[in-house]
């Protein structure tokens, strides 16, 4: 190949069959997004001189770990008001617009992940080819960041695949893989790794017809329906995201209602959707938990440990999970437990997830090669990592990681699941209890990407590194705490778990208690969240917490636990169960409910966070945000407990947390953190 222009960010080459090979390497990224400097250089690339009209162009990546990743999300906290953002995005729009009216054909040559505006460039191309590898991923994930596609997306997609498959890309933000990507249109040719620049190259020196699209979805954008599907639509939506709340979607839908047969108006008018979504509090808050996340993620880069072998200990529901997790992360897995049935259900659980996640029999079976049985402990003594997961209990615990220290290779990390037991209290049973860190997942593990990274007073700094490593390594994200009771996730979710208990004990129905909680945002109601986790773990939770902390388990639910209703692994907790779903009584007639109910269990929850900031459980009141929302999945649209406290105004809430402490006492006494989020830090 011969060499064209260069610049910064990308390479171009032609070939001997006149094909521009236009290369994209974001100089110091691991990643590729689409910067300003780098849109600017593509604009360049595009307008450059060559001898002769190309054959075709092809646009491709060489970062191994993917495509694009889409746009410079760092980008959008610069934009002063709506003008700004509205010029820029306008200005891509230009640019895309170009590629797709090319006197040539273009393809994108998409390996790894392809999203966002990597995905709308892609789309103006006149071909995409796919990589078939599991780790292939394509969307529009917009919506997620409280904005909806921007750079074409919205006009290029449904013209691609079809409103119907196109709507429910955009509206959920999930991503499909190369198969998947395939069957519906999205991408025209899947390819091993070997084969991709033969199948681009033959897409442009024989190009196929165009695709038709199906009857359904031509039809749906004839102008007398498309009122009635975008109906469909906005409802379908609300079910999990208010609009409220969300603008986004239903801003999308109201677009592709408007003006779905005027491609050049759509694109007007989605810039300027995008420009005022963008400077609203919604996207502002989502915007900054994905930077929070980049933020956790960057805390899995201190050290260069990369475990090979990992011993877990307890094949329960956490155990045998997190086996299953680290299993399908390529790491080699033994699973302990003295009990044959246990592993072989933590077994049927992993094969469940395997076949969920990657589909194909031979990847399902090549995982499964990974995770190892082992009753009697045979791959302690090889393991790179030892992860104890047996039940919740200090002597138990203390007992087993006795027992197995001197089993254990030299550099070897000792972590425990604990999800409450102080690691100084654990680390007085070794020897080197320096060894020792928390490793706190939640359930379910394979959801929720939290791990708290339980720092013990004696755990050297870089065993806490290697074990933030770890969890990198695993695809989930580290949040280093502070060696406290229930660290900071629990600790923070237990008030208000309890808060909820009290009132129900008070009277308040069930249904009410969850339905206030799920309309503050939170993605699941308190009442029925203990039931899911178990009102027997909660307890013991609680009684932990109890003896270093100022806080009590209403009688109610110790009753419940007493009684055998431990919630929906027994059938019946605060509600009956009927096929693994809550039976929730309706409501009375008229019935009217306390007017400070969403307050009671709120600000319980920030009136501890508040008190986990001060006590520094987690080094700033970013991370503090970060470790709620991705542990608890508290409202991400408000950005966190203290983002929501600053917003909401200080004062006020301090107001209402002093109303609250002298109807209902000294449970809803405000910490004395909160005079220091004061501005002028006034006594309580």
Not at 207 to 232: H, N, Q
Not at 368 to 381: H, K, T, V
Not at 445 to 452: D, I, N, P, R, S
Not at 566 to 582: E, M, T
């Amino acid at each position: 190949m011969s060499e064209s222009i260069d610049s910064k960010h990308w390479r171009a080459q032609i070939d001997p069959d006149g094909i521009v090979w236009l290369h994209l390497n974001v100089s110091d990224a691991s990643a590729n997004v689409l910067s300003s400097a780098v849109l600017a250089e593509l604009e360049q690339q595009l307008a450059a001189p060559r001898a002769g009209p190309p054959r075709g162009l092809v646009i491709l990546s060489d970062k191994p770990n993917g495509f694009m990743a889409g746009a410079d999300v760092k980008e959008f906290t610069t934009f002063t008001d709506s003008t700004q953002a509205y010029t820029q995005i306008r200005r891509v729009q230009t640019m895309f617009d170009q590629i797709e009216h090319l006197p040539y054909p273009s393809v994108s040559l998409i390996h790894g992940f392809c999203l966002g505006g990597g995905l709308e460039l892609a789309l103006a191309c006149t071909y995409r080819v796919a990589q078939d590898d599991p780790r292939t991923r394509i969307g529009l994930p917009e919506v997620r960041l409280g904005i909806h596609p921007g750079f074409g997306g919205s006009v290029r997609l449904p013209r691609r695949v079809g409103m119907f498959a196109a709507m429910d890309l955009m509206l959920s933000g999930r991503t499909l893989d190369a198969r998947a990507a395939k069957k519906i249109g999205l991408v025209d040719q899947v390819a091993p790794a070997r084969y991709l620049q033969r199948a681009a190259r033959a897409l442009i020196l024989t190009p196929p017809g165009p695709r038709r699209l199906a009857l359904r979805d031509t039809a749906a954008t004839w102008r007398p329906i498309r009122p009635w599907v975008g109906r469909i639509l906005r409802q379908k939506v609300s079910r999990h995201a208010p609009r409220t709340h969300y603008p986004a979607p239903y801003a999308l839908i109201d677009l592709w209602v408007r003006d779905a047969n005027n491609p050049q108006r759509m694109l007007d008018k989605e810039a300027a959707s995008v420009s005022r979504l963008i400077m609203g509090p919604t996207a502002r808050n989502l915007i900054r938990v994905f930077l929070l996340q980049e933020r956790l993620k960057s805390l899995g880069r201190t050290s260069d440990f990369s475990p090979q072998h990992i011993h877990v200990i307890g094949a329960g529901v956490m155990g045998g999970d997190i086996a299953a997790l680290c299993a399908m992360s390529g790491l080699r897995v033994t699973l302990q437990d003295p009990a044959p049935d246990h592993i072989g259900a933590s077994l049927q659980r992993a094969y469940a997830l395997f076949q969920k996640r990657l589909k194909l029999p031979r990847l399902v079976r090549a995982v499964g090669d990974n995770l190892i049985p082992d009753i009697a402990g045979n791959g302690l003594r090889q393991a790179d990592v030892v992860i104890e997961a047996v039940f919740e209990d200090i002597a138990v615990k203390q007992k087993l990681l006795r027992d197995i220290e001197p089993q254990l290779k030299s550099q070897a990390v000792l972590a425990s699941n604990t999800s409450s037991i102080p690691l100084d209290v654990l680390g007085a049973a070794l020897a080197r209890p320096e060894r020792l860190v928390g490793l706190h997942f939640f359930n379910p593990v394979a959801k929720m990407q939290l791990v708290e990274v339980v720092d013990g007073p004696a755990t050297d700094p870089a065993i806490a590194r290697r074990a933030c490593a770890l969890v990198r390594h695993i695809d989930h994200l580290p949040l280093p705490v502070k060696n406290s009771p229930g660290f900071l996730v629990n600790r923070v979710l237990m008030p208000y778990l309890l808060e909820a208990v009290t009132l129900e004990s008070e009277g308040v129905p069930g249904r009410v208690i969850d339905q206030a909680a799920v309309d503050f945002g939170m993605p699941m109601g308190p009442i029925e969240l203990g039931d899911t986790v178990g009102l027997d773990i909660c307890l013991s939770v609680a009684d932990i917490l109890s003896r270093r902390l100022s806080l009590t388990a209403p009688p109610r639910l110790r009753e419940l636990c007493e009684a055998g209703h431990l919630g929906r692994k027994s059938g019946r907790g605060f509600y009956p169960y009927r096929d693994g779903k809550p039976v929730k009584p309706p409501v009375g007639k008229g019935y009217t409910p306390p007017q400070d109910l969403t307050e009671r269990m709120i600000l319980r929850m920030v009136n501890e966070a508040v008190a986990c900031l001060r006590q520094g459980v987690v080094a700033d009141a970013d991370l503090l945000d970060a470790g709620v929302i991705f542990g608890t999945g508290f409202a991400p649209f408000r950005g966190g407990p203290i983002r929501y406290v600053q917003e909401t105004g200080i004062a006020g809430m301090l107001e209402t947390m002093q109303k609250l402490q002298r109807s209902y006492g000294e449970r809803f006494a405000p910490d004395p953190g909160w005079e220091a989020l004061l501005p002028r830090g006034p006594q309580l």
